[in-house]
């Protein structure tokens, strides 16, 4: 990036962790990643989920047809891990390359997750299968016990379940999705090499405060919940150290206004609009523009084991205004003034 220009080209990005829904909606929201990013894992909790090697062939081809003309993206497929998964189908699916890893969520942690794991004792076998594999595990990291404070989920998974899964599979590559605590970013930074997270534009912007900022903010809310400061600092300060474990995943979860705005509003954010715009933002506040690409670009496609894409994507420092509304959905940062736009 120049002073005088303020023009930043990177080597395009891939998006590691994207909802892109089904019907409808898949056609309306995947021209919004596909503009930018070469890649994507797509997450599989659709209704029913995506829990079968058949499920995901059909499922990327629909993706696939939703694509606008001449757009080059190629949507990672990942198996919804429930109770009754079974090992032998998983890996025959890795290793045919119709997965790249598996998703677990723990059972109602968050949207349409009914049918996942309660209990990871249940999946040792899929686990085993998946360390000899070297297929990676992307998790939903919280604890769903009605006991424990919603906003302490995350660090509580953290201390019971993903320590313990470490000691136990040591050569399993594993994903902690969408981390938002500043315990999730210690444990990552100090972990093996075979562990690394994600992060989403919201949790390096917003506190907890946006879900109250003048009434309640449905479209602020998502899961895992914004929380403390003291954490989206400690989740900026990953995103932008440069160490390899952190990349980017939006997390971009679209839902219809109507859904969003009810009486038991939907969990998610719709930022794949200006997803790569919002992240550089974050980066050019905390000066560490110079380790943007990485962050975007690198990271992740070496955790995957997969080939860094050879085209480029510019971003120009002169500003674009995000609408209010996009179709039926309530984008990230509606009605505001963005510092950046990507290219034509």
Same mark, same amino acid.
């Given at each position: 990036?120049?002073?005088?220009?303020?023009?930043?080209?990177?080597?395009?990005?891939?998006?590691?962790?994207?909802?892109?829904?089904?019907?409808?909606?898949?056609?309306?929201?995947?021209?919004? @990643?596909?503009?930018?990013?070469?890649?994507?894992?797509?997450?599989?909790?659709?209704? +029913?989920?995506?829990?079968?090697?058949?499920?995901?062939?059909?499922?990327?081809? &629909?993706?696939? $047809?939703?694509?606008?003309?001449?757009?080059a993206f190629e949507p990672l497929m990942t198996c919804y891990l429930s109770d009754d998964t079974d090992a032998n189908e998983l890996v025959h699916g890795y290793a045919n390359g119709v997965w790249v890893a598996a998703k677990l969520y723990p059972a109602h942690a968050t949207?349409?997750?009914?049918?996942?794991?309660?209990?990871?004792?249940?999946?040792?076998?899929?686990?085993?299968?998946?360390?000899?594999?070297?297929?990676?595990?992307?998790?939903?990291?919280?604890?769903?016990?009605?006991?424990?404070?919603? %906003?302490?989920?995350?660090?509580?998974?953290?201390?019971?379940? #993903?320590?313990?899964?470490?000691?136990?599979?040591?050569? !399993?590559?594993?994903?902690?999705?969408?981390?938002?605590?500043?315990?999730?970013?210690? %444990?990552?930074?100090?972990? +093996?090499?075979?562990?690394?997270?994600?992060?989403?534009?919201?949790? #390096?912007?917003?506190? &907890?405060? $946006?879900?109250?900022?003048?009434?309640? &903010? @449905?479209?602020?809310?998502?899961?895992?919940?914004?929380?403390?400061?003291?954490? &989206?600092?400690?989740?900026?300060?990953?995103?932008?150290?440069?160490?390899?474990?952190?990349?980017?995943?939006?997390?971009?979860?679209?839902?219809?206004?109507?859904?969003?705005? @009810?009486?038991?509003?939907? $969990?998610?954010?719709?930022?794949?609009?200006?997803?790569?715009?919002?992240? !550089?933002?974050? %980066?050019?506040?905390?000066?560490?523009?110079?380790?943007?690409?990485? %962050?975007?670009?690198?990271?992740?496609?070496?955790?995957?084991?997969?080939?860094?894409?050879?085209?480029?994507?510019?971003?120009?420092?002169?500003?674009?205004?995000?609408?209010?509304?996009?179709?039926?959905?309530? +984008?990230?940062?509606?009605?505001?003034?963005?510092?950046?736009?990507?290219?034509?």
């Amino acid at each position: 990036m120049t002073s005088e220009v303020q023009i930043l080209t990177i080597r395009q990005p891939d998006d590691w962790h994207l909802h892109l829904r089904d019907g409808a909606m898949l056609e309306a929201v995947v021209p919004w @990643s596909a503009r930018v990013f070469a890649r994507a894992i797509v997450m599989p909790n659709l209704s +029913p989920p995506v829990m079968q090697v058949a499920d995901a062939v059909r499922y990327r081809a &629909r993706i696939l $047809a939703a694509l606008p003309p001449g757009a080059a993206f190629e949507p990672l497929m990942t198996c919804y891990l429930s109770d009754d998964t079974d090992a032998n189908e998983l890996v025959h699916g890795y290793a045919n390359g119709v997965w790249v890893a598996a998703k677990l969520y723990p059972a109602h942690a968050t949207t349409n997750s009914e049918h996942g794991v309660t209990d990871l004792v249940r999946i040792r076998p899929v686990l085993e299968a998946m360390q000899r594999a070297g297929m990676p595990l992307l998790i939903h990291g919280e604890v769903t016990e009605a006991a424990v404070d919603i %906003f302490d989920r995350e660090a509580v998974f953290v201390e019971r379940v #993903l320590g313990p899964l470490i000691r136990d599979f040591p050569e !399993l590559k594993i994903v902690l999705e969408h981390i938002t605590t500043e315990e999730a970013a210690s %444990f990552v930074a100090e972990g +093996p090499r075979s562990l690394a997270a994600t992060i989403t534009p919201q949790h #390096l912007h917003l506190n &907890r405060n $946006a879900l109250f900022a003048g009434g309640l &903010r @449905s479209h602020a809310y998502c899961l895992p919940v914004l929380k403390r400061e003291r954490h &989206r600092l400690a989740i900026r300060a990953a995103a932008v150290s440069g160490l390899p474990k952190f990349f980017l995943g939006t997390d971009s979860a679209p839902h219809l206004v109507d859904a969003k705005e @009810s009486g038991c509003g939907c $969990a998610g954010i719709f930022n794949a609009p200006a997803a790569l715009e919002s992240y !550089l933002a974050v %980066f050019e506040e905390e000066g560490a523009v110079a380790r943007f690409e990485g %962050f975007a670009s690198e990271h992740g496609a070496r955790f995957y084991g997969l080939p860094l894409n050879e085209g480029t994507v510019t971003l120009v420092r002169d500003g674009r205004d995000m609408p209010e509304r996009i179709g039926d959905v309530v +984008p990230f940062h509606a009605g505001e003034r963005l510092a950046w736009r990507v290219a034509a």
